[in-house]
């Protein structure tokens, strides 16, 4: 085993190899959590357990009827390709204690009990079949473990339990071959990095898997933050994870839901958000009891991956350009949002609502693109430039693509120019700015 290096020189490393570790996930853009328990079948909250106080003897007894159906991660891995997904988080084991993989650590697991199956292996299986990197969900917090809530107020409990966690981890990165992503949760009831030791057990599960990323929630800053319930952009890198009702992590009665669910417009939205801010969309689902993927997901993704296979290069890649850094948002009109490539010279407009009349002007740009064309058919749009906006002319009267959204791609000979609300100072604080071709 290597010597543990302090926490300075730590971070020194990872960072020293982080791009080239991080150089996949930064393309991929979109990902799949899928939260899946023995709360499952219940339909309430993957939280119930101590949201409703329920003893850990009562709970224990929906092991024995968790019954997720045969070939139940495949059918979630082929809605994630389905979808333009391109990696999956899978949660192995959640707050609740219950181990998805046959654990030699945690007897409390889906090969004892339930299925006498291993959902993990299932998963990783399914995720190599469909060319998905593979994640891991791995609780800090266990409801289930005696030492879960001594570690924070008995020595020898802490120690006990962080052996636990360790060995568990120790066994999910060791049987399952190369796994691309480490995710952790919850770090209670500890309190900072040192009573979780995370430092010195971080390293050692690096060293099973050089490669790996890991995220933020073991008290240390890792390789990428993870903004939940809210898609914010931060200046390192970043997931936003979302439920995809704006209530729960795991399963809810499907029918009762769909009222809540995300509709792909508003998917999009969140993937644009991300693009703009050099992010990526961890979209959640929580299949039913038996595994099956909710009716009332399928349809959004679907179209979200329909839609991607047309324009999918205006969302894959790390586009953070010059204009993003700079805090510009690119509200081009009140119907269509920016994003732009990574060199700055490229403009995606993705319009939401597609505009009438055949013109559409774009203010504050100082430049003129080479280029202007419409990106799921290649189709050139003509447009003229009158120093403060580009206008666009003999546009389709109904929008080219065949979801409703469509983007428009500006190109440039070099990063143009750019000022919001450019004839109209007061908006800026009064500042007034020049250009070439002032009117």
């Known amino acids: 085993m290597s010597v543990i290096l302090s926490k300075s020189e730590y971070e020194e490393q990872i960072a020293a190899s982080r791009d080239r570790r991080m150089a996949w996930w930064r393309e991929a853009r979109f990902g799949m959590f899928v939260h899946f328990g023995l709360y499952s079948q ?18 224990e007894k929906l092991a024995d009827s968790f019954a997720p159906k045969p070939g139940a991660p495949r059918e979630w891995a082929m809605l994630a390709k389905a979808a333009g997904m391109k990696y999956m988080v899978l949660t192995t084991r959640h707050h609740e204690g219950f181990s998805l993989w046959d654990s030699k650590v945690n007897p409390y697991n889906s090969v004892n009990y339930g299925p006498h199956r291993d959902i993990v292996k299932e998963f990783v299986d399914a995720c190599r079949e469909f060319d998905l990197k593979i994640g891991f969900y791995s609780s800090l917090m266990d409801w289930h473990h005696p030492d879960g809530w001594r570690c924070a107020v008995d020595e020898a409990a802490r120690c006990r339990f962080l052996d636990y966690i360790e060995a568990l981890n120790t066994e999910l990165l060791t049987n399952y071959g190369k796994i691309d992503i480490l995710w952790y949760d919850v770090s209670q009831p500890l309190q900072s990095w040192e009573g979780w030791n995370s430092l010195a057990r971080n390293q050692r599960l690096r ?66 958000t991300c693009c703009k801010g050099g992010g990526n969309l961890l979209l959640n689902i929580g299949p039913k009891p038996d595994g099956s993927v909710p009716s009332d997901a399928v349809t959004p993704l679907t179209e979200v991956g329909e839609w991607l296979s047309r324009n999918g290069e205006v969302v894959y890649g790390r586009r953070l350009g010059k204009w993003d850094r700079f805090g510009w948002n690119g509200g081009a009109n009140g119907i269509s949002s920016v994003s732009c490539s990574e060199d700055g010279k490229t403009c995606y407009l993705w319009c939401w609502i597609w505009p009438k009349g055949g013109s559409m002007a774009i203010g504050g740009y100082f430049d003129a693109p080479r280029k202007v064309s419409i990106l799921s058919t290649g189709e050139e749009i003509r447009f003229s430039h009158d120093g403060h906006r580009i206008i666009l002319e003999g546009l389709p009267e109904k929008c080219p693509d065949p979801s409703g959204i469509a983007v428009i791609k500006l190109e440039f000979n070099d990063v143009p120019e750019y000022h919001s609300y450019g004839r109209y100072p007061q908006m800026n604080e ?3 700015y020049k250009t070439k071709n002032k009117r």
């Open 207 to 272: 060293e099973l898997q050089p490669d790996i990323i890991i995220n933020d929630r073991s008290r240390l800053a890792e390789d990428f933050g993870t903004p939940e319930e809210h898609v914010t952009a931060s200046e390192r890198d970043w997931e936003a994870c979302m439920t995809f009702n704006g209530i729960s992590w795991g399963y809810l009665d499907e029918e009762q839901v769909r009222g809540y669910s995300y509709n792909a417009p508003r998917i999009l939205k969140m993937l644009n």
């Open 42 to 59: 219940v339909g309430r909250n993957e939280w119930l357990q101590a949201l409703e106080s329920i003893p850990v003897e009562e709970y």
């Open 430 to 432: 009064g500042r007034q």
